[in-house]
């Protein structure tokens, strides 16, 4: 009798459906640093991402999600992975929404989260160098590469007749990479830079920097670093010295923060960022504004569709178990399947759940290459009456 009722038993538990648990989900961005007035709002896209699927009652028999952050700070690799590994090894997270600046999310990736098996989803690492990581099918981005960064704003400056630029950037993996994207492809175009140089973050005075940059000759000054620190010094020393009064930006560049801290001379500033104005990315726009979140925020909607993504991934598995959402990360994002917009996660769960195909469309488009990258569009911006306003999306 007692073997018929322990049979019994196991046959039981083997049958019932997969108990709700609180799956825990690492969210690593630059809480502080040259980028800190960006990250609460990528983190909240994310964790609306979140709450979206755990509200729903739908993903793997009902479970949670819940957000552990943690700083990457974004310029300092070593407090970075020392804090990743906290979230893999401590806190057991089953993947990882970040990191956000592209130095330390390589170091991320290829110290801690490759080797132990965790899947990494970045809104925001731009540098072509993020490609050739030998990341073992782990590591994927929801931003497009700066190679592709580089061409167009190397466009956008030709079509408004800018021939001559003088380069400044961050010295670091993103700034180096994207400045050499930007020099190949504006080159090619017929353009010349004058000067391209280096500048550190969290200096108190970049008059040096500036009075360098000057002595080339340029009416015109290209900024690729940070819009909370060193970009923002170059541009203020800049105008303090009347240097410049003409700037080009890029992605790390784009945010309120900057346009109130200088101030009307800003009027005039063109620049480019991972975007859309489509349907879909109007769509975000709303649910952010009501979530609370920056509605046009830098790398928000990237954000977003990171969070989705690893849950769907998750469905799709059966599974929250890390090589599991890595196997499914491609399906979700990918055509063939149904197409997931903004606010349909619960959708895209009930179809998974069903054995049905997605193709998780999102806030910015999604489609992976065969290396987990998307190709993306960017806007072309104007700062007009002490805002960034979008002119042209290429």
């Known amino acids: 009798m007692k073997k018929i009722l322990l049979a019994s038993t196991v046959l039981a538990i083997t049958a019932a459906p997969a108990l709700a648990a609180d799956i825990k989900i690492g969210v690593i961005l630059g809480f502080t640093g040259p980028i800190e007035s960006l990250t609460?709002?990528?983190?909240?896209?994310?964790?609306?991402?979140?709450?979206?699927?755990?509200?729903?009652?739908?993903?793997?028999?009902?479970?949670?999600i819940v957000s552990v952050r943690a700083d990457s700070t974004c310029v300092d690799s070593a407090a970075a992975t020392t804090a990743a590994e906290k979230l893999i090894t401590s806190d057991k997270v089953a993947a990882?929404?970040?990191?956000?600046?592209?130095?330390?999310?390589?170091?991320?990736?290829?110290?801690?989260?490759?080797?132990?098996?965790?899947?990494?989803?970045?809104?925001?690492?731009?540098?072509?160098?993020?490609?050739?990581?030998?990341?073992?099918?782990?590591?994927?981005?929801?931003?497009?590469?700066?190679?592709?960064?580089?061409?167009?704003?190397?466009?956008?400056?030709?079509?408004?007749?800018?021939?001559?630029?003088?380069?400044?950037?961050?010295?670091?993996?993103?700034?180096?990479?994207?400045?050499?994207?930007?020099?190949?492809?504006?080159?090619?175009?017929?353009?010349?830079?004058?000067?391209?140089?280096?500048?550190?973050?969290?200096?108190?005075?970049y008059a040096a920097e500036v009075g360098a940059l000057s002595a080339s000759g340029s009416k015109h000054l290209a900024v690729f670093g940070y819009l909370d620190q060193g970009g923002k010094g170059i541009i203020q020393a800049s105008l303090d010295s009347g240097a410049f009064e003409n700037f080009i930006l890029a992605d790390g560049m784009i945010g309120e923060s900057l346009v109130k801290a200088i101030g009307p001379d800003l009027n005039g500033t063109i620049g480019t960022l991972p975007g859309s104005e489509s349907e879909v990315a109007t769509s975000f726009q709303s649910m952010a504004e009501k979530a609370g979140v920056k509605k046009d925020g830098p790398f928000t909607a990237e954000s977003y569709d990171a969070g989705a993504l690893i849950a769907l991934a998750m469905q799709a598995a059966g599974s929250a178990d890390r090589a599991a959402i890595q196997s499914k990360m491609m399906m979700v994002g990918n055509a063939p399947g149904e197409k997931i917009m903004p606010g349909e996660l619960a959708k895209g769960l009930k179809i998974l759940k069903n054995g049905g195909d997605i193709d998780y469309v999102g806030a910015t488009n999604v489609e992976f290459n065969k290396i987990g990258e998307v190709l993306g569009t960017y806007k072309e911006l104007e700062v007009k009456s002490g805002k960034f306003e979008t002119v042209k999306v290429h």
């Open 40 to 64: 609460p709002d990528m983190a909240g896209s994310a964790e609306m991402a979140f709450k979206e699927v755990s509200d729903s009652g739908l993903l793997l028999g009902g479970s949670k």
């Open 96 to 205: 990882i929404m970040g990191a956000d600046c592209s130095g330390v999310t390589g170091a991320i990736a290829n110290n801690v989260a490759v080797p132990n098996g965790v899947v990494m989803v970045s809104p925001s690492a731009t540098s072509p160098g993020l490609s050739a990581l030998k990341d073992k099918g782990y590591f994927f981005r929801t931003s497009p590469s700066d190679a592709r960064q580089g061409e167009v704003l190397a466009a956008v400056l030709k079509s408004r007749g800018i021939k001559e630029v003088a380069v400044t950037f961050t010295n670091n993996d993103y700034g180096k990479g994207l400045a050499e994207s930007f020099s190949t492809s504006f080159k090619a175009i017929g353009g010349k830079i004058t000067i391209s140089a280096a500048h550190e973050d969290g200096k108190a005075d």
